[in-house]
């Protein structure tokens, strides 16, 4: 009897292990905002997404949510980030000197600057926002971050800095950079750490999970291409590309990334690249083009090009495991039980 459980054992875990880990499709849904331009850059957990629009020549920025858009700052705004609270982080419009600014319930503020220009690209769920400030008009770009009403320059590896994301433990990434190089870099416990390339002389970290992860860009030895990168636990990872060149925005805590490679929305999960453009109904007539963050559900925004149209157009893409995925399950529990039946009515 034992041989025979063992056998019915390693004939299920034979089944399960033959089974794809994650086996999607997606469905696509069209961010609807009328303008030639639509470009959302980040969705939270709640699936509430924020971006940016042109319309008359000029940028707005605007938020998404349950199927509605609504333009959140006057001409010349433009929205990067948003946290698991709804707030959006950005650059304002006259309202805030065209400056970093945080939308929150329909009100905005003023996030102020080092003294020169400023622009908020991410914020954590404490409400801390990070971009850049110059210090004075004119200067170079410092790394900021902005918390408890408190600007801080974050300093640089190099002659300047800007940080583009911040997880929930306070940890920024961005880069360091000066005409010619750039270096990867972390902002962790007050310290500034250069997190390494693939062997050419710039890289880019984009975004930052809550595990540490980190992923971004780095030019490969040559300095020929760039590739999508991750940064694991002092490891550096070439993701690789579909052909060409390729850059990672976003990551979510289950270590899906996101991104671009040879002009198409990719994806990167379990040690492997997806077109986005395979995983959707071709008959929708989308063309993806970049992929620029992830949320816990999967569900990832970017922007793309539409069949008879010039104009580009956001799009959020939702997860659905594919039937094919169930009907292994189901066939494998089915062989499985008709064994132990089988086995059974012999004994």
């Not at 063992?6 to 905002?33: E, H, K, N, S, W």
């Amino acid at each position: 009897m034992k041989n025979k459980t063992f056998i019915r054992g390693m004939l299920a875990a034979a089944l399960f292990a033959a089974m794809p880990a994650f086996a999607f499709q997606y469905t696509v849904t069209l961010v609807d905002i009328p303008a030639t331009t639509v470009q959302p850059y980040a969705i939270n957990d709640l699936g509430q997404v924020t971006g940016s629009i042109t319309a008359a020549g000029f940028a707005r920025a605007f938020s998404w949510e349950n199927g509605t858009g609504t333009l959140i700052d006057g001409n010349s705004s433009s929205a990067y980030g948003i946290n698991n609270s709804g707030q959006a982080v950005g650059r304002g419009s006259a309202t805030s000197s065209f400056n970093a600014a945080l939308w929150d319930a329909g009100s905005t503020t003023a996030l102020g600057t080092l003294g020169g220009i400023s622009i908020a690209y991410g914020v954590n769920d404490q409400r801390q926002v990070v971009g850049y400030s110059q210090a004075v008009p004119g200067a170079g770009a410092r790394a900021t971050l902005w918390g408890n009403g408190t600007l801080t320059n974050l300093g640089s590896l190099s002659q300047n800095s800007q940080a583009f994301a911040i997880n929930n433990n306070g940890d920024i990434v961005g880069y360091s950079y000066q005409v010619g190089s750039s270096i990867p870099t972390l902002w962790s416990n007050g310290s500034i750490t250069n997190l390494g390339t693939l062997g050419g002389n710039s890289g880019q970290a984009r975004d930052i999970n809550d595990h540490g992860q980190i992923v971004g860009s780095s030019a490969i030895i040559g300095n020929q291409q760039t590739h999508a990168t991750l940064w694991d636990n002092g490891n550096i990872i070439d993701l690789g590309t579909l052909s060409g060149s390729s850059e990672a925005f976003g990551i979510n805590n289950l270590g899906q990334i996101v991104g671009t490679s040879n002009g198409f929305a990719t994806l990167w999960q379990d040690g492997e690249i997806f077109n986005l453009n395979d995983l959707i109904d071709p008959a929708l007539g989308w063309t993806l083009r970049e992929a620029r963050d992830i949320n816990a559900s999967g569900q990832i925004v970017g922007w793309g090009a539409l069949a008879g149209s010039g104009n580009t157009f956001g799009f959020i893409l939702t997860p659905v495991p594919e039937p094919s995925a169930y009907a292994m399950l189901a066939l494998g529990l089915g062989l499985v039980g008709w064994s132990v039946r089988r086995q059974q009515k012999r004994a």
